[in-house]
């Protein structure tokens, strides 16, 4: 069965460094998502991207970061000066117009 | 704007018992209702989901039915096993919106003691 992968599964960065995150979702996928979750708090929505652009942010996804999909396979999110409270879990998904999305098993970002 | 309300966890129920989580939601259009099962350390998976009104989900034992009357998915399972125990989202993903983004709940932690 298909499924969303997502790379790394743990990265620790200092504060003020760039991370990009990894994501492949589903190969005949049109819609894309990022998603965040604070230790013990809920998911939450950042971005989600279609037809090569974003079509949605919230108001977390502010200009430190940015998503792209490079090659037509790779889904990325990119924090350009991380901070303290950026870290999360980073939960990628992926979906089709049926309304359901299949998620990543996530990214644990720890900003140090 | 959308929003989901579920019960304030832990809850916590002897085997066997049988669980009800409530979730109430709003919405501006027309949602697709999910749970989605968080296993400690795990990510997310899809454990129902319900497109219509009285629509029933149903998955491993679990059953949610979408009801447009009184705006609520609660889940529900007739006897919880200790393998159970996790964290569980009800979510919302409105049609009308054109980007599908879910809107998720607070999560409810359930604790199954043997």
């Known amino acids: 069965e298909p499924e969303v992968t997502q790379t790394p599964s743990h990265q620790v960065t200092q504060m003020g460094q760039e991370v990009i995150l990894r994501c492949v979702p589903i190969s005949n996928h049109l819609y894309f998502y990022w998603y965040r979750q604070i230790l013990g708090q809920k998911v939450e929505f950042l971005v989600s991207f279609y037809n090569n652009e974003i079509s949605e942010k919230s108001e977390i996804f502010d200009d430190q970061f940015s998503v792209e999909r490079p090659d037509g396979s790779n889904f990325t999110l990119k924090i350009r000066s991380t901070k303290l409270e950026d870290s999360a879990m980073y939960f990628c998904?992926?979906?089709?117009?049926?309304?359901?999305?299949?998620f990543g098993p996530g990214t644990r970002l720890t900003v140090t | 704007g959308d929003s989901v309300t579920q019960m304030e966890g832990p809850v916590t129920l002897s085997e066997e018992a049988f669980l009800t989580i409530n979730c109430t939601y709003t919405a501006t259009g027309y949602p697709s209702l999910f749970w989605y099962v968080q296993y400690p350390g795990e990510g997310l998976q899809l454990l129902l989901k319900a497109t219509k009104a009285d629509d029933k989900g149903s998955n491993k034992g679990f059953e949610a039915t979408y009801r447009k009357e009184t705006t609520s998915f609660h889940l529900e399972k007739g006897s919880v096993q200790v393998s159970d125990s996790a964290v569980y989202f009800c979510a919302l993903s409105d049609r009308d919106s054109g980007t599908y983004k879910y809107i998720f709940g607070t999560g409810t932690r359930l604790k199954v003691l043997a």
């Open positions: 998904a992926s979906g089709i117009l049926s309304y359901e999305q299949y």
